[in-house]
């Protein structure tokens, strides 16, 4: 079967650096997203990593192992607002979504 | 209108009603989708389509039916609701280019009594 793996929660204090990490066995890849979700509202689009290797864009960060399954999603600099969960999601062979649980992320003064 | 909007924001159904969940995106992208999201698990998908006339079934479509007459809409049916389709459901559309990131509405909160 397919299978998105991440943790279910974390906490971090606001200005700190922290990793949210993701592996996946689907069958066949074709691109990992990151989205961020807070409570009550849509996911948004955050990142888009198809080859191996580091996605800087701000404070954020992806990380893309194809061989290991595995990626990671680096928050710096952390801010009250970017508490939220966080989805990883990898586009299968038949071009479609597999969604991680989500990652609930408490960021703490 | 600006990206998706989805109607109604929540709604109370009584089971064995029918309802409607209307979807709208002025994008004018070619694919769209409906997911429901529950506590603990990940966006599941519904139903999709790839374009307007074409439809598909995801990975839990069973009671839920979907049409695709134009590029805008994608309306999700319930013929008889039940308890277990008690969900957040969430439309979402995509362009089908070269990352074909998906974008999402606010989402519908659905409780089946």
């Known amino acids: 079967g397919q299978n998105i793996d991440q943790p279910t929660e974390m906490t971090a204090t606001e200005g700190a650096i922290v990793q949210i990490n993701c592996t996946y066995q689907t069958s066949g890849f074709n691109g990992l997203f990151w989205y961020q979700q807070h409570a009550g509202e849509a996911p948004t689009f955050l990142s888009y990593n198809v080859l191996d290797g580091l996605e800087e864009k701000g404070r954020f960060s992806s990380f893309l192992s194809r061989s290991k399954g595995y990626s990671y999603l680096l928050l710096k600099e952390l801010q009250m607002k970017d508490s939220a969960s966080y989805l990883c999601?990898?586009?299968?062979?038949?071009?479609?979504?597999?969604w991680g649980a989500g990652t609930k992320l408490i960021i703490k003064p | 209108i600006a990206g998706i909007t989805q109607a109604p924001t929540s709604q109370i159904l009584a089971a064995g009603r029918r309802m409607t969940l209307r979807c709208t995106q002025d994008?004018?992208?070619?694919?769209m989708y409906w997911y429901r999201q529950d506590l603990g698990l990940g966006l599941r998908l519904i139903h999709y389509s790839n374009t307007a006339g074409t439809t598909g079934k995801g990975e839990v479509p069973d009671g839920y039916s979907v049409s695709r007459a134009n590029t805008d809409d994608f309306p999700l049916t319930l013929a008889s609701a039940v308890p277990s389709q008690t969900s957040v459901y969430f439309c979402a559309s995509s362009d089908r280019g070269e990352t074909d990131t998906q974008y999402f509405g606010p989402g519908t909160r659905l409780t089946v009594l």
């Open positions: 994008m004018r992208h070619n694919a």
């Open positions: 999601a990898v586009r299968d062979s038949n071009y479609q979504l597999i």
